[in-house]
């Protein structure tokens, strides 16, 4: 099948691959995806990538570690077993609040740290031993590789490229 | 050149007159006798209301303090009958009188502490070589104008209270450090050789002596930066002297919060206390900063400032919003845990009759601004951080006034013409204050090295008004 085939074009600098991604959806050409050895700041916004969620899965588990504090404080300190330590009030929770805070606080931070990192991995399918996805090991170093792929237009994409100075342009078969 | 508009100048000069009518009708409404003290509170019992409760509280809370000093002073608990109830009425009588003075020493502190904050905020933003900010300088400088006559008037507080015209403060009564004397408080004798009239004037009139040098000092030389083309002369040595000030306004901040607000309360201390009443005015500063700067904006006097600047004065505003609450519970619960009580009675009596302010004040320093500001989008959006500055500014004023109001008057406090004629009257002169100084000079200051960059700050995921994914770059 045609469509298996993919263009990898090099570039050699971010500035010049940032206006070959404009060039290319100029032309609106769908590009697969873009290999960068650091962050370009603005190739998401080219790219047109919408932005990440992220942040808002964090606000939602650090509400959850919140509210697991304030359960757990709760049930240990003032349901199950309320002694009087050193004459802190434990009639209600509110009577003794001041004292569970910081745990509160850590705890907010500790689920929103934490399954916010595991969400990343999740989302971007990072783990150990996974077998790495670089279509050309320069690309961690000092090339910037775009990959587009190909529907019966190799020649009208190539040439779009090379006029974006692109350093070196492949055609591959994906499997 | 921004011009001064003629309706913001009638708004000001209405306020400052509107306010000074509300303050001296404070002073004329206060009770010039004990007998005239007692008919407002029996005015008020009569009515049947909460002040009637509050007024209970009071003889508690008198009857107390009363059985305190008769310890402390003659080493022995004396019954209290006929000489206790006449105690009683001359302490209302003293927080009654008190009430006008603290109304206007309330907002007094609030905006005089707000224009030291925006001078120091200012110095910081020079010292750090901050590349965004230079943009906001202008407006900064201008801000920092109402230091004068917020100064001139706290010069006159400071008098006031040396040539005993008011009795903010317990410790400058008459014989609290003569042995023998009725008023004889041997808590406040041992601090006599930091709190004393002599040390405390002099102490405050040096505060402000030197943060309205470094400000007429930098005024002046931010000015003379945009025609110096000497090679970043000019710029040297106000960066210098910014680092000097800064030095400097830590240490007298830290004092100025001891002798101005924890002299109020002779016999509590608490270590934190100038970090806290930093916090308090610097979350306000950054919050008006963002305020003239939204203004100025919206009249196109401020052609260089972007979304950007303003999300990144609402990420200052969240911050230390944050900063605010942590100190403000870090000394709170620090002293609810212990409860030693001669820590503890400072928040006994603040939990008691301030119990509405006191919690309202963290509702809108703390858990409004939290979840107004914490969404990225919302910090660009002007009318956004309108709104959490609003709350933002009322609540560090329920602040400065939970931390004044219950050393001085008490259960006594209100919120009426006096509080709020204060409140207009500083009002009014920041507006004038502000907005003829920014009139008066280039609105962007041209020799500073990182105009450049400034003006092209950008955060990376806003889309300033105007704006297409193109201009990301």
Avoid at chain 1, 102 to 110: A, D, G, H, W
Avoid at chain 2, 255 to 263: A, K, P, R
């Amino acid at each position: 099948m045609e469509s298996s085939k993919v263009i990898h074009a090099f570039y050699n600098d971010d500035e010049v691959l940032m206006d070959a991604v404009k060039a290319v959806k100029a032309e609106h050409l769908h590009i697969e995806e873009v290999f960068c050895p650091f962050p370009v700041h603005g190739l998401d916004k080219a790219m047109g990538l919408a932005p990440t969620r992220l942040a808002i899965t964090a606000f939602f588990y650090g509400i959850t570690g919140l509210c697991f504090a304030i359960w757990m404080t709760n049930y240990m300190m003032i349901q199950d077993w309320p002694q009087d330590i050193g004459g802190k009030p434990n009639f209600s929770w509110f009577a003794n609040m001041p004292a569970f805070v910081p745990i509160m606080f850590e705890l907010t931070v500790f689920f929103a740290a934490h399954l916010m990192v595991i969400t990343f991995y999740m989302r971007s399918r990072l783990w150990p031993f996974k077998e790495a996805e670089n279509p050309d090991p320069r690309t961690t170093d000092d090339h910037f590789l775009m990959e587009i792929p190909v529907n019966n237009n190799e020649a009208e994409i190539t040439a779009l490229l090379v006029k974006t100075g692109a350093v070196e342009i492949n055609v591959v078969d994906k499997h | 050149m921004y011009q001064f508009s003629g309706k913001l100048k009638t708004l000001s000069i209405a306020l400052i007159i509107l306010g000074a009518l509300g303050i001296a009708y404070g002073f004329y409404s206060a009770p010039k006798t004990v007998e005239e003290a007692k008919e407002i509170i029996a005015h008020q019992t009569s009515h049947g209301d909460e002040h009637a409760t509050s007024h209970d509280e009071v003889k508690v809370d008198a009857h107390k303090q009363d059985a305190h000093v008769a310890v402390e002073a003659h080493g022995a608990v004396e019954a209290h009958g006929e000489h206790h109830d006449a105690a009683h009425d001359e302490h209302v009588f003293h927080q009654l009188q008190n009430k006008p003075w603290s109304a206007l020493y309330v907002a007094l502190f609030f905006f005089l502490g707000i224009s030291l904050l925006v001078l120091a905020f200012y110095a910081i933003q020079r010292v750090a070589q901050a590349g965004w900010s230079v943009v906001l300088f202008r407006v900064m400088e201008a801000i920092t104008a109402n230091l004068v006559p917020t100064s001139i008037i706290m010069v006159f507080v400071v008098i006031a209270a040396v040539m005993h015209w008011n009795h903010m403060f317990p410790w400058m009564a008459e014989g609290t450090v003569t042995v023998g004397h009725e008023n004889y408080d041997a808590i406040v004798d041992g601090k006599s050789w930091w709190m004393n009239v002599p040390g405390w004037a002099i102490r405050s009139i040096v505060y402000l002596a030197i943060w309205n040098a470094y400000r007429w000092f930098i005024r002046r030389n931010s000015i003379k930066e945009d025609t110096a083309n000497d090679g970043g002369k000019i710029y040297k040595l106000n960066y210098n002297v910014s680092v000097g000030f800064i030095f400097l306004f830590m240490i007298t901040e830290s004092m100025m919060s001891w002798d101005w607000i924890m002299g109020l309360d002779p016999h509590w201390f608490s270590t934190l206390f100038g970090w806290y009443v930093l916090a308090s005015l610097l979350v306000s500063a950054v919050t008006v900063i963002a305020f003239v700067t939204i203004y100025l904006r919206s009249k196109g006097a401020l052609p260089a400032v972007n979304d950007s600047h303003i999300h990144d004065l609402a990420k200052f505003m969240f911050g230390f919003s944050v900063f605010w609450t942590y100190l403000w519970f870090s000394q709170f619960m620090l002293i609810w845990y212990a409860d030693i009580p001669e820590e503890t009675t400072y928040f006994v009596a603040r939990f008691n009759e301030y119990k509405l302010p006191f919690l309202a004040m963290v509702g809108m320093n703390f858990v409004f601004p939290i979840l107004l500001l914490l969404n990225s989008d919302f910090k660009s959006i002007p009318w956004f951080v309108v709104i959490g500055g609003i709350v933002i500014l009322f609540g560090h004023y329920v602040d400065v006034f939970v931390m004044i109001m219950p050393a001085t008057v008490g259960a006594q406090w209100s919120f009426g013409i006096a509080e709020l004629g204060s409140l207009l009257f500083f009002l009014g002169i920041f507006i004038y204050a502000t907005f003829s100084a920014f009139a008066k000079a280039n609105p962007i200051p041209k020799g500073n090295p990182f105009l450049e960059e400034s003006e092209h700050f950008h955060y990376y995921n806003i889309e300033h008004r105007g704006e297409g994914s193109g201009d990301h770059h």
